[in-house]
């Protein structure tokens, strides 16, 4: 029994090694085939070392309260390289009428937790505070089922002034989309369990903040909201690589810098057979296929076999992001914004072409020398891809205007990247899940073909690598219902 993954992203990365410890732990004769167009595997995780300066391409971290990436990272033994948030400073900003004020505590995790900083903040008019308590008392909606906006959510539940000041830059933060269009369901349905069990974002919060509490005492080893790696993300790429390495070559191979060209399958009915074609000429002839690649990509593999389900693929739009990140000397920014926190985020109420910044070297450790500042700046998303476009030069520019008039800062960078992500983070729009349901159940006419990823239930680390396992273990049972097991 073999398997080919189109796809060395994590989500790929992590379908391989699941699969492969799954396969063992039940005694299957299973093999694995990792196709990769690129001449690097890891996807959007791009760490570089420069001069003493760990910087992050892509994600930078991973929430640690989902389970999955903290548990991989054990697993491949990079346990003891896992590092939180810098503990000495908590403090986020948003930029508000061109000024940066502090984040009220407690709303970083996109809800209200604690009612004093928020009643305090000066983001905030009289009014648009007592909307916010209006949540403890507005009634829930009738359970219809039916999706809805995260701007209409959330403009429902605090109102105007909390959504667009507040939520929103928070959640294009994640998203870099509109939130006029994303699906609450599919993003966050935490929110839709506490407006029906409690009637109250609010008292749903403080329930669940209660209940972490609780947890975290029982807990050998407390963790940041937010973890990472000592020498960055690309550490967990790296092991997965090496890990997939030392199996024999006869049930795992990699294979990097080569193209899937097409798809078609040879033998269908309850034990089917798939030929995936290769850039170079070469044709892999697979007992099972997982399509970890972008919606857009398995679309266009899927099309002459099944166009419905290509055609479902093709309704999950993707935007565009690029990262950039500035070093400066920390005696060239003696008369800049301290960076006494983790960063800022901007509304679009701002009309900015920044979308936020991160103080990378004050809110992670190891990531420069003593003596310089690291920062992170972000571009892009739905309504401001151009920006994207733009070479090198003009990027950096217009991020070092953006610094001048927001942090003062007037210096040139000693270091600068700029890192381009087209078409890299998929939009989740209303009636998301409705299409995620059309596209499985086309997909069971078809034994042994999975799609996997960022493209389908959740855009984070950790979501990728849950998706690539529950795939794996998809397999496995799929094998061994297959009747033509020889163990």
């Known amino acids: 029994m073999n398997v080919t993954i189109v796809g060395g992203g994590i989500a790929g990365l ?8 799954y396969a063992d732990s039940e005694n299957l004769p299973v093999s694995c085939t990792l196709v990769e167009r690129a001449q690097y595997f890891g996807g959007k995780i791009l760490t570089e070392v420069i001069d003493d300066f760990v910087i992050e391409g892509g994600p930078d971290s991973f929430l640690s309260y989902k389970p999955w990436g903290v548990g991989l990272c054990r697993e491949l033994g990079l346990g003891d390289r ?17 000024r940066l004020r502090e984040f009220p505590e407690g709303l970083v995790t996109l809800a209200p937790s604690q009612s004093l900083p928020l009643l305090t903040s000066p983001l905030l008019s009289w009014t648009g505070k007592l909307r916010l308590m209006m949540d403890l008392f507005i009634s829930k909606p009738s359970t219809d089922g039916t999706d809805e906006s995260l701007a209409s959510f959330f403009r429902r539940r605090f109102g105007v002034e909390v959504f667009e000041r507040l939520i ?7 998203y870099a989309g509109d939130a006029e269009q994303l699906s609450l369901k599919a993003t966050f349905p935490r929110f839709i369990d506490f407006e029906q069990r409690y009637g109250s974002i609010i008292k749903g919060m403080l329930a669940s903040r209660r209940q972490r509490m609780k947890t975290n005492l029982g807990a050998n080893t407390k963790l940041t909201t937010f973890v990472t790696l000592r020498g960055g993300l690309s550490e967990m790429v790296r092991a997965l690589i090496s890990s997939l390495e030392k199996v024999e070559k006869e049930k795992m191979l990699l294979r990097n810098g080569v193209s899937v060209t097409g798809m078609t399958q040879l033998v269908s009915g309850k034990n089917p057979k798939y030929e995936i074609k290769l850039g170079n000429g070469e044709s892999l002839v697979s ?22 389900i290509a055609e479902q693929l093709r309704c999950i739009p993707y935007t565009s992001t690029a990262t950039v990140s500035l070093a400066y000397p920390v005696e060239s920014l003696s008369h800049a914004h301290a960076l006494d926190g983790f960063g800022f985020v901007i509304p679009r109420v701002e009309n900015r072409p920044l979308v936020a910044s991160t103080w990378t070297s004050t809110k992670w450790a190891h990531r420069s020398p003593n003596d310089h500042a690291l920062l992170r700046c972000y571009l892009g998303g739905v309504g401001r891809e151009d920006v994207v476009r733009r070479d090198d030069h003009d990027i950096i520019r217009l991020v070092q205007g953006e610094l001048r008039d927001i942090l003062g800062i007037i210096s040139d960078p000693v270091l600068s990247r700029v890192y381009r992500w087209e078409n890299a983070i998929p939009q989740y729009l209303v009636g998301h899940l409705d299409r995620l349901v059309k596209i499985e159940e086309r997909l069971i006419q078809y034994p042994g073909l999975c799609v996997t990823g960022s493209a389908y239930r959740g855009v984070g680390l950790p979501d990728c690598i849950h998706e690539g396992e529950l795939t794996a273990k998809k397999m496995v049972d799929y094998f061994l219902a297959s009747g033509d097991v020889k163990k």
């Open 14 to 21: 992590a379908t391989a090694h699941s699969l492969l410890k």
């Open 82 to 98: 896992l590092m939180g948030t810098n503990t000495h400073y908590h403090r986020t900003y948003v930029l508000f009428n061109g």
């Open 168 to 174: 929103e830059p928070l959640m294009t933060g994640i």
């Open 287 to 308: 007992d099972a296929v997982v399509l970890a690649t972008p919606a857009f990509t398995a679309a266009d593999l899927l099309m002459p076999l099944d166009d419905e």
